[in-house]
């Protein structure tokens, strides 16, 4: 396979795994009204705990007004609640409430489950290669991205 074709199927694969993560998504989501989007929050809080609207805005790589408005509406949702930070009270931390952790407890196939439990499949060496290869790409279109739109803030 020559190198154009095995990049072709490297961005086929990522494709895939983005509609299929999507799908799954989508079905879940329905099963407890709530966008994909509102449950990647649910499971970032579950996984890592409170964040900052900041740290969240960068894990999600999207910008601090947009995350506001899904923050926002979790808040109405009674999903999660805005807690101001203990170390710097300039910084507002955002909660997950008993209603949002039980909707990310309860959803048991989300899109970041299938890949994390088809990684542990994995041989630990070739998951060290891939966190290296794909934190360099992932360098790549952060620099592009930001070429792109020098304004983003996100």
Do not use: F
């Amino acid at each position: 396979m020559g190198k154009n074709q095995a990049i072709d199927r490297i961005v086929e694969t990522a494709i895939y795994l983005q509609a299929e993560s999507r799908r799954l998504a989508k079905e879940q989501c329905a099963r407890h009204n709530i966008t994909a989007t509102q449950l990647t929050v649910l499971k970032l809080l579950t996984e890592i705990g409170d964040l900052s609207l900041s740290e969240l805005s960068k894990k999600m790589a999207a910008r601090n007004s947009t995350i506001t408005g899904i923050i926002d509406r979790m808040v109405a949702a009674e999903l999660v609640q805005r807690v101001r930070s203990a170390d710097d009270r300039r910084v507002w931390n955002i909660q997950l409430m008993a209603r949002g952790r039980s909707i990310a407890d309860d959803v048991d196939m989300a899109p970041w489950d299938l890949i994390r439990n088809s990684l542990y499949s994995l041989p630990r060496q070739e998951v060290t290669q891939l966190i290296a290869i794909l934190t360099k790409l992932a360098s790549h279109v952060e620099d592009a991205v930001r070429s792109a739109d020098p304004g983003n803030d996100a």
